[in-house]
């Protein structure tokens, strides 16, 4: 039976994509496993996988109000009923701003003079490669467009179907940061999340919001708190904090630069170098297995 | 003037960035002419600012989206709004009518295409903002609901509440959250310059690009970098500054006495005060691009 591990952390830059990159690593030694970028709004386990493409997909986001100069009589209308200040008058036609513009058709019903259209969206691109851990799924979301959680839940889907279709164990999926939009559409379907947070008020913080956003979906999680050594007391606090919540703390990794050099050098920091860091992710790695994959244990939930 | 700090990468500094600038130039400090800073602390799903400034919040404010509601005395079940709904957060199902305040933008064309007017609005509360003070800064923030998925609509709100229409000299500081998709628009619509805040990394060369492309490609604004954790990874993003004439205003070294601070919610200017003088030395750089540009522009 095919399982689906997401990393997250509410707040950004952790470790996610490192986390990830060595899992991937660390699994693909022992199992078949799948690989989805989620965060496609700013990729990053590409430039550490060394990824092949395989296939390239154009993705069609939400479409965007187009206004026909020719046509428009400046009645002001369509200004009037967008909620999204996309509309501005011109001198000789109104004009939509394609970056605000949320493609609600709102000024396109109400346009007495059929002056307006809807433009479907070219807003990114998604890919399937090969790696030496599986295959990746990832994308590339356009500056500055809408429906990032369609493209996250697109990528996701194709590595599930592959995964079911090859027999995959493991669909290891690199969430985006915060706990909003595409976050939700990141954790929808999985066994667990895996929570990466660094020791400081701002990561307690952020651990309390999206471990609120998996609870509130229904997704079992697991902590690994990343920089473990940056601040003792901290992370002891946030140790206290998933005991009392009863979320495992699976993993302690020690901050080194070695992880950083392994980023410089594109590798997983697993396979880049042996030493404390490797060695934590390895101690993780196994328990991470046996709570995911362990028929024992799928038996509680 | 409105400066947003954004990233593309989460975790690089931003909200250390933007905490320290308004620090450095609040009132009572020797500043470089705009007193009493206004902070917008806009990651709602993550917002941290208020952890470091520790305001104290006086007025709060629920927001959320207008969600239509419907009249079934008025309801012909004729289904016209769930034809005119783009994001099907409306379905008439036989003579059920079902909302989905999820999926719905709050953009009214329901309302508006009903024809026997059986729709009106309700507010489905999704977040909160607030606003207070602190030591000479003028604070607010904005709070997504855990659960909920629309972070733009907050952001906006919380613009049109604090952000005066003319911000003229005033300062502005808006934290933004990490990524490149809407909510980081959203932050940066408006703004006077965009202040990227990246680390030395591959992954931080890569989402600064992306950054880039949003904010000066897309937006048309003025950007300049804050290279944080400088000397921890390669010389990509130099190249990269370089090759794209984005002015490098700032750099902060990797110091282990930073990261202990940070990770006690200590800003940066209390444990290392020098740096005071270096941030209002980026203020006045980015002050001084934005008034050159304005005037090339003229």
Known sequence: ?301 | MIITVASGKGGTGKTTVAVNLALSLAAGQESVGSANPLFLDCDVEEPNAALFLKPTIREHREVGQMIPEVDFEKCTYCGRCAEVCQYHAIAVVGEKVLVFPELCHGCGSCTLNCPTEAIHEVLDVIGTIGRGRVDGIEFAQGTLNVGEPMAVPIIRQLKQWVIPPQPGDRLVILDASPGTACPVVESMRGADFVLMVTEPTPFGLHDLRLAVEVARDELGLPVGVVVNRDGVGDQGVDEYCEAEDIPILMRIPLDRRIAEAYSEGTPLVEVLPDYREQFQALYAAIARLVVDRKGARA
Not at chain 1, 194 to 210: A, C, K, Y
Not at chain 1, 234 to 255: L, Q, T, W
Not at chain 1, 274 to 299: F, H, K, N, Y
Request: glycine content about 10%; charged content about 25%.
């Open chain 1, 1 to 301: 039976m095919m399982k689906q591990l997401v990393i997250l952390s509410g707040k950004g830059g952790t470790g996610k994509t490192t986390v990830a990159a060595a899992l991937a690593h660390l699994a693909s030694r022992e199992l078949p496993v799948v690989l989805a970028d989620a965060d496609v709004d700013a990729a990053n386990l590409e430039l550490v996988l060394d990824p092949v493409k395989q296939e390239e997909h154009g993705f069609m986001g939400g479409q965007v109000a187009v206004i026909d100069p020719e046509k428009c009589t400046t009645c002001g209308i369509c200004a009037e009923v967008c909620r999204f200040d996309a509309v501005t008058p011109g001198d000789e036609a109104y004009r939509v701003d394609p970056l605000a513009c949320e493609g609600c058709a709102s000024c396109y019903y109400q346009c007495p003079d059929e002056a307006i259209d809807l433009e479907e969206q070219h807003a990114g691109m998604w890919f399937r490669s090969d790696t030496r851990f599986g295959p990746l799924f990832h994308a590339h979301l356009f500056a500055g467009q809408e429906n990032s959680g369609k493209l996250v839940t697109l990528v996701k889907q194709q590595g599930r179907l592959r995964a079911v279709d090859t027999g995959a164990e493991l669909l290891l999926v690199d969430g985006p940061p915060g706990i909003g939009c595409p976050v939700i559409s990141a954790s929808a379907g999985a066994d667990m999340a895996l929570h990466v947070v660094e020791p400081t008020v701002s990561g307690m913080h952020d651990l309390e919001r999206i471990l609120g956003t998996t609870d509130h979906f229904g997704v079992p999680s697991l902590v690994a708190i990343n920089k473990a050594d940056l601040n003792l007391a901290r992370c002891e606090g946030i140790a206290a904090f998933c005991a009392e919540r009863g979320v495992k703390v699976v993993g302690r990794i020690p901050y080194d630069t070695v992880v950083t050099e392994a980023m410089v050098h594109g590798q997983p920091v697993t396979d880049y170098a042996d030493g404390t860091v490797t060695e934590a992710l390895g101690e993780m790695w196994s328990r991470i297995r046996e709570r995911l994959l362990s028929g024992r244990e799928e038996q509680r939930w």
